[in-house]
């Protein structure tokens, strides 16, 4: 864009240049050799010879200094040789010699100004631009854009926050491109990405490859990276991965690929113990005609969100997102909106795991540089507020282009080619603030094993909302270990079930609501068959106090208990009712036998066959905890079903 910028200036200035000489109108120079050098300068430009450019327009402002047009076409070399203060000198001494017949350049120095922090200069001559009163509609409006913009940066840079943003060390970093894709739950491992030269170059006629890697930490520190074994052929060209929160899932962009969609689709890998399975394209409802990329899956699995520059969007490249839908497949995309997009480019976007705050990189908002990082936060709505810039120093003048936050939002790394690093893109890393954090969230990282042989188990994993009555993740451990990783939010009452036919299913209750600290969960979570004499608490059935009136929150536990009597006709059970020692033992005796009356009345009207429902109280007499503590007292108070 740059070069297309500088080679319209320099048409524009050659033909003001030529228009002047044919009309008889007095130009910058008179002076034939320097007038020559000029014009081959100005051809070597437009071939992309810059170097040469620059050597013939120093020879010609040595034969006449006072060549402004010169000087204009200096400055353009200049800036396309990423030198913006010796471009900047360059167009100034054109506004020295003639400031009426190039005012463009205050543009054009305000552009450099802007692009190398100063953001106060830039203002003076975005503001001088606008004074010269012959500008177009159009021209006047850009301008205004850019003051708009440069005031907001120099407001951001007179503020920055309170955090320290420190490179990582040359194990991660290198003269090539780094982009940071994951960091693991303990912050043990980091996935990201490396563009580098491809040896195969004169086979594929791909000059560069990325490939991905990872990193332990270990020492305090991070290791040398390791290659990660993509099942990819190596001819393929890959980038932009993306694991969900599981790390059972892999999302990556293919470019070029035979039997493509677009010029880049959306791909993934699904994991089965430690194997890979194939390749497989998201198809033509997520990938397009153009360009796809930079997928990212939501914690709960239900959302996914990825950048594209297909049509119907504000312009560039967009952010979309789909929506799973109840067959599996994913739905239409639906473009974010104007809270989000822009005429610019929107891209790398993340959805941390609470679902809600959505981080992403954009040219087309206001900010510091040429990509800066931006943060949204959904509302009640389900709609998301007006993206805010990340400010200073997370952005910098240079070029901030993705991010990950840690599960438990204390951490962030992003990708930046700011000043003071190894080269290209480098990874950072800083501790968030409350003005970055995301909502808190904790997770359930289990292994599903046979009670019996433990024997690692494929079963149905359910978070129920049961403030909502509804299920929140339904996922499968993995078939092969058992694995699973669900994320937990603090401030919400969970049911948490796991089930498998030939099993008892597992319940268990996380109240959530009036903890500020709640801390993750991993264990392993041993699945009992049905066989005469097992049995299971129902840890989700909760009563009305002093009552035996089934709560609605109950709801969701009770249907799992209805559908393994289903699926089971041959076995009968008895619903055992427990209560604490609190109270006599007679009120305590008849609350329980009342209450496990209720469960099997409940299953009675889901039609299962009174032959098969036993129910019993025991009041306080069978305790598993002490009654001294309320947690023992609350652990004590149960509804447990046995097979008969």
Known sequence: MARIAAILTLLWL????????????????????????????????????????????LEAIDKDPGFAEAWVLLGDVNTDLNLPDEATTAYKKAL????????????????????????????????????????????????????????????????????QVIRLGQQINSPS???????????????????????????????????????????????????????????????????????????????????????????????EGSIWTNVINLGSTINSKY?????????????????????????????????MQKDGRWGQPVNLGDSINTPGNEM?????????????????????????????????DATWEKAVNLGSPVNSKANDINIFIHIDGSHAWI???????????????????????????????????????????????????????KSVILMQSDPQDGSFFIPVYPGTE????????????????YDLKDTLLFTSIEKIFELTPIEQGNSMVLKNLFFDFDSDSIKPSSYSELYLLVELLHENPEIKISINGHTDSVGSDIYNKTLSENRALAVRNYLIKRDIDTSRL???????????????TPEGRAINRRTEIVIL
């Open 14 to 57: 050659s033909v003001a240049f030529y228009s002047a000489s044919a009309q008889g109108t007095k130009s910058s120079t008179t002076h034939k050799k320097a007038i020559k050098l000029y014009q081959s300068a100005g051809k070597s430009f437009i071939l992309g010879e810059t170097d040469e450019a620059k050597k013939l327009l």
């Open 96 to 163: 020295e010699i003639n400031p009426s017949s190039f005012y463009y350049t205050n543009y054009l120095i305000g552009n450099l100004e802007f692009s190398i922090g100063n953001y106060k200069n830039a203002l003076d001559y975005y503001k001088t631009y606008l004074k010269t009163g012959n500008l177009t509609t159009e021209e006047i409006q850009d301008t205004k854009r850019k003051l708009k913009n440069t005031e907001i940066a120099l407001k951001i840079k007179g503020n920055p926050l309170d955090i």
């Open 177 to 271: 491109d780094e982009y940071v894709n994951f960091v693991d739950e303990k912050s043990e491992f980091l996935y990201l990405t490396r563009k580098e030269k491809n040896q195969d170059y004169q086979k594929d006629g791909n000059p560069f490859r990325e490939n991905f890697y990872y990193s332990s930490f270990e020492n305090n520190q991070w290791d040398s990276l390791t290659l990660f074994p993509l099942p990819v052929s190596k001819n393929l060209n890959t980038g932009a991965m993306n694991f969900s929160i599981d790390r059972r899932q892999l999302f990556f962009t293919g470019c070029s690929w035979p039997n493509s969609f677009g010029s880049c689709d959306l791909f993934k890998l699904q994991k």
């Open 291 to 323: 360009w796809d990329s930079q997928a990212v899956l939501s914690s709960d699995g239900k959302t996914l969100y990825f950048a594209s520059k297909r049509s119907g969007g504000a312009g560039g490249s967009d952010i979309w997102k789909s929506e």
């Open 348 to 380: 790398a976007p993340y959805i941390h795991a609470d679902t809600k705050t959505f981080y992403f990189s954009s040219d087309g908002h206001a900010g510091l540089g040429g990509y800066d990082l931006f943060i949204s936060r959904m509302q009640d």
């Open 415 to 469: 990708s930046s080619d700011r000043e003071g690093g190894c080269g290209g893109f480098d990874i950072y890393e800083f501790e968030t603030t409350p003005y970055i954090k995301p909502q808190q969230v904790v997770y359930v990282k289990g292994t599903v094993t046979d009670k019996t042989n433990k024997k690692p188990l494929q079963a149905h994993v359910d978070l129920t909302n049961l403030d909502q009555n």
């Open 494 to 509: 969970y049911a948490f079930n796991i089930s498998k036919n030939g099993y008892l299913f597992y319940s268990e209750n």
């Open 614 to 628: 036993f129910s019993k109280g025991f009041g306080a007499s069978q305790p598993i905890e002490p009654n001294e």
